[in-house]
Protein backbone atom coordinates (compact mmCIF):
# COMPACT_ATOMS: atom_id res chain seq x y z
CA UNK A 1 0.00 0.00 0.00
CA UNK A 2 2.98 2.42 0.66
CA UNK A 3 3.70 3.07 -3.39
CA UNK A 4 0.05 4.16 -3.89
CA UNK A 5 0.13 6.09 -0.40
CA UNK A 6 3.09 7.88 -2.36
CA UNK A 7 1.55 8.14 -5.61
CA UNK A 8 -0.96 10.06 -3.86
CA UNK A 9 1.54 12.33 -1.74
CA UNK A 10 3.30 13.33 -4.82
CA UNK A 11 -0.48 14.34 -6.66
CA UNK A 12 -1.19 16.24 -3.69
CA UNK A 13 2.23 18.40 -3.86
CA UNK A 14 2.05 19.03 -7.24
CA UNK A 15 -1.67 20.58 -6.86
CA UNK A 16 -2.59 24.17 -5.97
CA UNK A 17 -6.48 23.60 -5.55
CA UNK A 18 -8.21 20.81 -3.65
CA UNK A 19 -11.40 19.97 -2.91
CA UNK A 20 -12.17 17.29 0.22
CA UNK A 21 -15.12 16.02 0.20
CA UNK A 22 -17.64 13.85 2.44
CA UNK A 23 -20.34 11.99 2.78
CA UNK A 24 -23.69 13.47 3.38
CA UNK A 25 -24.56 13.93 6.63
CA UNK A 26 -21.13 13.37 8.11
CA UNK A 27 -20.15 11.07 11.12
CA UNK A 28 -16.97 11.67 12.97
CA UNK A 29 -15.17 9.37 10.87
CA UNK A 30 -16.53 11.56 7.36
CA UNK A 31 -15.30 14.84 9.52
CA UNK A 32 -12.24 13.53 11.53
CA UNK A 33 -10.60 11.86 8.00
CA UNK A 34 -11.60 15.25 5.72
CA UNK A 35 -10.50 17.78 8.50
CA UNK A 36 -7.27 15.72 9.29
CA UNK A 37 -6.23 15.88 5.48
CA UNK A 38 -7.38 19.43 5.54
CA UNK A 39 -4.82 20.11 8.26
CA UNK A 40 -1.91 18.55 6.23
CA UNK A 41 -3.39 20.90 3.24
CA UNK A 42 -3.01 24.41 5.44
CA UNK A 43 0.60 23.14 6.35
CA UNK A 44 1.60 23.12 2.90
CA UNK A 45 -0.14 25.75 1.92
CA UNK A 46 -2.28 24.80 -0.63
CA UNK A 47 -5.87 26.64 -1.11
CA UNK A 48 -8.30 23.68 -0.06
CA UNK A 49 -12.08 23.86 0.59
CA UNK A 50 -14.35 20.72 2.27
CA UNK A 51 -17.50 19.95 1.05
CA UNK A 52 -20.24 17.83 2.50
CA UNK A 53 -24.30 18.09 1.54
CA UNK A 54 -25.02 18.37 5.02
CA UNK A 55 -23.44 20.40 8.24
CA UNK A 56 -21.86 18.57 10.69
CA UNK A 57 -23.74 17.69 14.10
CA UNK A 58 -22.75 20.06 16.43
CA UNK A 59 -20.73 17.93 18.66
CA UNK A 60 -18.18 18.08 16.53
CA UNK A 61 -17.52 21.25 16.35
CA UNK A 62 -14.32 21.15 18.82
CA UNK A 63 -12.45 19.99 16.00
CA UNK A 64 -9.74 21.73 14.18
CA UNK A 65 -11.18 23.65 11.10
CA UNK A 66 -14.65 21.85 11.24
CA UNK A 67 -15.76 25.68 10.74
CA UNK A 68 -14.61 25.96 7.06
CA UNK A 69 -16.71 22.86 5.75
CA UNK A 70 -18.82 24.11 3.36
CA UNK A 71 -22.45 22.87 2.50
CA UNK A 72 -22.57 25.15 -0.50
CA UNK A 73 -23.08 23.48 -3.93
CA UNK A 74 -20.72 26.52 -5.88
CA UNK A 75 -17.56 24.20 -4.53
CA UNK A 76 -18.55 22.40 -8.01
CA UNK A 77 -18.09 25.47 -10.19
CA UNK A 78 -14.81 26.36 -9.07
CA UNK A 79 -11.53 24.95 -10.88
CA UNK A 80 -9.60 22.11 -9.02
CA UNK A 81 -6.37 20.06 -9.60
CA UNK A 82 -7.41 17.35 -7.06
CA UNK A 83 -10.51 15.93 -5.31
CA UNK A 84 -9.73 13.91 -2.10
CA UNK A 85 -13.07 11.84 -1.26
CA UNK A 86 -13.04 10.38 2.78
CA UNK A 87 -15.34 7.94 3.67
CA UNK A 88 -17.61 8.12 0.81
CA UNK A 89 -18.17 4.82 -0.41
CA UNK A 90 -19.43 6.44 -3.85
CA UNK A 91 -18.79 10.00 -5.33
CA UNK A 92 -22.85 10.10 -5.47
CA UNK A 93 -23.13 9.44 -1.98
CA UNK A 94 -20.48 12.56 -2.24
CA UNK A 95 -22.27 14.34 -3.84
CA UNK A 96 -20.29 15.07 -6.54
CA UNK A 97 -21.89 15.90 -10.01
CA UNK A 98 -21.82 13.31 -12.24
CA UNK A 99 -19.95 15.80 -15.18
CA UNK A 100 -17.81 17.24 -12.35
CA UNK A 101 -17.07 13.35 -11.03
CA UNK A 102 -16.52 12.75 -14.58
CA UNK A 103 -13.34 15.24 -15.44
CA UNK A 104 -11.61 15.39 -12.14
CA UNK A 105 -8.98 13.97 -10.53
CA UNK A 106 -10.12 12.05 -7.49
CA UNK A 107 -8.61 10.49 -5.14
CA UNK A 108 -10.93 8.16 -2.46
CA UNK A 109 -10.07 7.20 0.66
CA UNK A 110 -12.51 4.50 2.00
CA UNK A 111 -12.96 1.21 4.58
CA UNK A 112 -16.38 0.24 2.75
CA UNK A 113 -16.00 -3.29 1.52
CA UNK A 114 -18.99 -1.34 -1.35
CA UNK A 115 -16.96 1.22 -2.24
CA UNK A 116 -16.10 -0.03 -6.37
CA UNK A 117 -12.44 2.04 -5.99
CA UNK A 118 -13.85 5.02 -7.90
CA UNK A 119 -11.31 7.43 -8.76
CA UNK A 120 -7.68 7.78 -10.34
CA UNK A 121 -5.94 6.76 -7.45
CA UNK A 122 -7.91 4.64 -4.68
CA UNK A 123 -7.17 3.42 -1.53
CA UNK A 124 -10.15 1.17 -0.04
CA UNK A 125 -8.86 -0.93 3.19
CA UNK A 126 -11.85 -3.08 4.30
CA UNK A 127 -9.67 -3.97 7.08
CA UNK A 128 -9.41 -0.78 7.96
CA UNK A 129 -11.77 0.40 11.35
CA UNK A 130 -12.26 3.55 10.36
CA UNK A 131 -11.40 6.10 6.80
CA UNK A 132 -9.23 7.63 9.86
CA UNK A 133 -7.09 5.03 10.18
CA UNK A 134 -6.14 4.39 6.48
CA UNK A 135 -5.53 8.31 6.45
CA UNK A 136 -3.36 7.22 9.92
CA UNK A 137 -1.70 4.95 7.55
CA UNK A 138 -0.90 7.49 4.47
CA UNK A 139 0.18 9.87 7.09
CA UNK A 140 2.74 7.16 8.52
CA UNK A 141 3.73 5.79 4.51
CA UNK A 142 4.87 9.45 3.42
CA UNK A 143 6.47 9.97 7.33
CA UNK A 144 4.67 12.91 7.95
CA UNK A 145 4.70 13.89 11.49
CA UNK A 146 0.93 13.87 13.51
CA UNK A 147 0.43 16.54 15.86
CA UNK A 148 -1.93 17.09 18.70
CA UNK A 149 -4.59 18.65 16.60
CA UNK A 150 -4.29 15.60 13.84
CA UNK A 151 -4.14 13.31 16.17
CA UNK A 152 -7.46 14.32 17.37
CA UNK A 153 -9.78 14.24 13.98
CA UNK A 154 -8.17 10.87 13.50
CA UNK A 155 -8.87 9.65 16.71
CA UNK A 156 -12.24 11.22 17.38
CA UNK A 157 -12.57 9.09 13.71
CA UNK A 158 -11.75 5.64 15.05
CA UNK A 159 -13.94 6.23 18.49
CA UNK A 160 -17.46 7.22 16.70
CA UNK A 161 -16.93 4.06 13.69
CA UNK A 162 -16.00 1.29 16.21
CA UNK A 163 -18.59 2.99 19.18
CA UNK A 164 -15.87 3.42 21.53
CA UNK A 165 -13.90 0.36 20.30
CA UNK A 166 -16.42 -2.13 21.26
CA UNK A 167 -17.85 -3.10 17.75
CA UNK A 168 -16.41 -6.12 15.26
CA UNK A 169 -14.38 -3.65 13.35
CA UNK A 170 -11.93 -3.12 16.09
CA UNK A 171 -8.66 -4.79 15.37
CA UNK A 172 -5.34 -4.96 17.74
CA UNK A 173 -4.21 -2.19 14.68
CA UNK A 174 -6.62 -0.13 15.75
CA UNK A 175 -5.58 -0.22 19.25
CA UNK A 176 -2.01 0.17 17.94
CA UNK A 177 -2.84 3.48 15.97
CA UNK A 178 -5.38 5.01 19.05
CA UNK A 179 -2.15 4.45 21.27
CA UNK A 180 -0.14 6.33 19.20
CA UNK A 181 -2.46 8.86 19.06
CA UNK A 182 -2.83 9.11 22.41
CA UNK A 183 1.20 9.63 22.66
CA UNK A 184 0.91 12.35 20.34
CA UNK A 185 -1.55 14.22 22.85
CA UNK A 186 -5.31 13.38 21.76
CA UNK A 187 -6.98 12.87 25.07
CA UNK A 188 -9.45 10.06 24.56
CA UNK A 189 -12.11 10.66 27.75
CA UNK A 190 -12.48 14.56 26.20
CA UNK A 191 -13.13 13.41 22.50
CA UNK A 192 -15.38 10.68 24.40
CA UNK A 193 -17.14 13.55 25.82
CA UNK A 194 -17.84 15.05 23.38
CA UNK A 195 -18.77 12.60 20.80
CA UNK A 196 -20.79 10.46 23.23
CA UNK A 197 -21.68 12.13 26.63
CA UNK A 198 -23.29 15.08 24.82
CA UNK A 199 -26.98 14.36 25.03
CA UNK A 200 -29.11 16.85 26.27
CA UNK A 201 -32.10 17.41 28.77
CA UNK A 202 -34.62 16.91 26.42
CA UNK A 203 -32.63 14.33 24.34
CA UNK A 204 -32.50 12.20 27.65
CA UNK A 205 -36.46 12.64 27.75
CA UNK A 206 -36.77 11.58 24.57
CA UNK A 207 -34.50 9.14 24.87
CA UNK A 208 -36.85 7.74 27.76
CA UNK A 209 -39.78 8.09 25.60
CA UNK A 210 -38.64 6.47 23.28
CA UNK A 211 -37.30 3.32 25.14
CA UNK A 212 -40.74 3.30 26.98
CA UNK A 213 -42.16 2.16 23.43
CA UNK A 214 -40.17 -0.81 23.02
CA UNK A 215 -42.62 -3.91 21.70
CA UNK A 216 -41.47 -7.35 21.11
CA UNK A 217 -42.13 -10.29 18.85
CA UNK A 218 -41.44 -13.20 20.54
CA UNK A 219 -41.49 -15.27 16.70
CA UNK A 220 -39.10 -13.05 15.46
CA UNK A 221 -36.92 -12.59 18.60
CA UNK A 222 -36.77 -9.25 17.88
CA UNK A 223 -37.64 -6.14 20.21
CA UNK A 224 -38.44 -2.49 18.38
CA UNK A 225 -39.40 0.88 19.27
CA UNK A 226 -40.04 4.10 17.23
CA UNK A 227 -39.14 7.91 16.92
CA UNK A 228 -40.82 10.15 14.87
CA UNK A 229 -40.32 13.69 13.72
CA UNK A 230 -43.09 15.11 15.73
CA UNK A 231 -40.95 13.87 18.54
CA UNK A 232 -37.81 15.77 17.75
CA UNK A 233 -40.34 18.70 17.40
CA UNK A 234 -41.80 18.20 20.90
CA UNK A 235 -38.57 17.64 22.72
CA UNK A 236 -36.88 20.58 21.04
CA UNK A 237 -33.70 18.37 19.79
CA UNK A 238 -31.86 17.70 16.96
CA UNK A 239 -31.69 14.24 14.73
CA UNK A 240 -28.48 13.91 16.11
CA UNK A 241 -29.79 13.53 19.93
CA UNK A 242 -30.70 10.33 18.55
CA UNK A 243 -27.75 8.74 17.51
CA UNK A 244 -26.63 5.85 19.17
CA UNK A 245 -30.14 5.01 20.15
CA UNK A 246 -30.49 1.60 18.05
CA UNK A 247 -26.97 0.50 19.46
CA UNK A 248 -28.40 1.25 23.06
CA UNK A 249 -31.12 -1.20 22.24
CA UNK A 250 -28.89 -3.54 21.25
CA UNK A 251 -27.41 -3.68 24.79
CA UNK A 252 -30.84 -6.10 25.85
CA UNK A 253 -29.98 -9.58 26.30
CA UNK A 254 -33.63 -11.65 25.69
CA UNK A 255 -33.86 -10.52 22.61
CA UNK A 256 -31.16 -11.55 19.67
CA UNK A 257 -32.46 -8.40 17.10
CA UNK A 258 -33.37 -4.80 18.01
CA UNK A 259 -35.06 -2.42 15.31
CA UNK A 260 -35.28 1.58 15.35
CA UNK A 261 -38.13 2.74 13.05
CA UNK A 262 -37.91 6.48 12.22
CA UNK A 263 -40.67 8.00 11.32
CA UNK A 264 -41.06 11.22 9.13
CA UNK A 265 -44.14 12.53 6.98
CA UNK A 266 -43.62 10.23 4.03
CA UNK A 267 -40.82 7.95 4.91
CA UNK A 268 -39.96 5.60 7.45
CA UNK A 269 -36.41 4.37 8.16
CA UNK A 270 -35.53 1.29 9.89
CA UNK A 271 -32.00 0.76 11.91
CA UNK A 272 -31.38 -3.22 12.82
CA UNK A 273 -29.00 -4.33 15.07
CA UNK A 274 -28.14 -7.98 16.56
CA UNK A 275 -24.66 -9.13 18.70
CA UNK A 276 -25.26 -12.40 17.60
CA UNK A 277 -22.73 -13.89 15.07
CA UNK A 278 -24.97 -16.39 13.62
CA UNK A 279 -27.81 -14.15 12.50
CA UNK A 280 -27.02 -11.59 9.68
CA UNK A 281 -29.41 -8.36 9.52
CA UNK A 282 -27.89 -7.35 6.21
CA UNK A 283 -30.37 -10.13 4.36
CA UNK A 284 -33.69 -8.54 6.49
CA UNK A 285 -32.74 -5.05 5.33
CA UNK A 286 -31.93 -6.40 1.64
CA UNK A 287 -35.19 -7.60 1.23
CA UNK A 288 -36.29 -3.98 1.93
CA UNK A 289 -34.13 -2.96 -0.49
CA UNK A 290 -31.62 -1.76 2.15
CA UNK A 291 -28.10 -2.66 3.01
CA UNK A 292 -25.28 -2.68 5.50
CA UNK A 293 -23.33 -5.44 7.45
CA UNK A 294 -24.08 -8.80 9.47
CA UNK A 295 -24.69 -6.77 13.01
CA UNK A 296 -25.63 -3.16 11.69
CA UNK A 297 -27.83 -2.88 8.56
CA UNK A 298 -30.99 -0.45 7.61
CA UNK A 299 -33.55 0.01 5.04
CA UNK A 300 -36.36 3.12 4.17
CA UNK A 301 -39.89 2.36 3.00
CA UNK A 302 -42.04 4.88 1.10
CA UNK A 303 -44.76 5.33 4.19
CA UNK A 304 -45.41 6.63 7.21
CA UNK A 305 -45.94 4.05 9.92
CA UNK A 306 -48.01 5.36 13.37
CA UNK A 307 -48.93 3.43 16.43
CA UNK A 308 -52.64 2.57 16.35
CA UNK A 309 -53.50 0.62 19.63
CA UNK A 310 -50.30 -0.73 20.39
CA UNK A 311 -48.95 -1.81 16.74
CA UNK A 312 -47.57 0.09 13.70
CA UNK A 313 -49.39 0.07 11.17
CA UNK A 314 -48.86 1.79 7.43
CA UNK A 315 -50.93 5.40 7.24
CA UNK A 316 -49.73 6.29 3.84
MN1 LIG B 1 -16.30 5.43 8.25
Known amino acids: MKDIFLKINEAILGANNILIATHEKPDGDACGSALALALYLQTLGKNFQIFSNNKAPDFLYFLPLIDQMTTDVDVFNKRWDLVICVDASSTSFAHLPDDFAVRSTIINFDHHATN ?4 QLAVVDVGASSTAEVVFNFFKAISYPIDRKLASCLLTGILTDTGGFS ?11 ASELMKKGSKIHQIFNHVVHNKSLGGLRLWGMVLSRIQTNQKL ?12 INYQVPEEEIDGLVNFLNVISDYSVVMLFKIDRGFTKASIRTKRDDIDV ?3 ALAFGGGGHQKAAGFSLPWRLEEVNGKLVVKD
Open 167 to 177: HPNTTIKTMAI
Open 116 to 119: ASYG
Open 282 to 284: SRL
Open 221 to 232: DLAYTYVTADDL
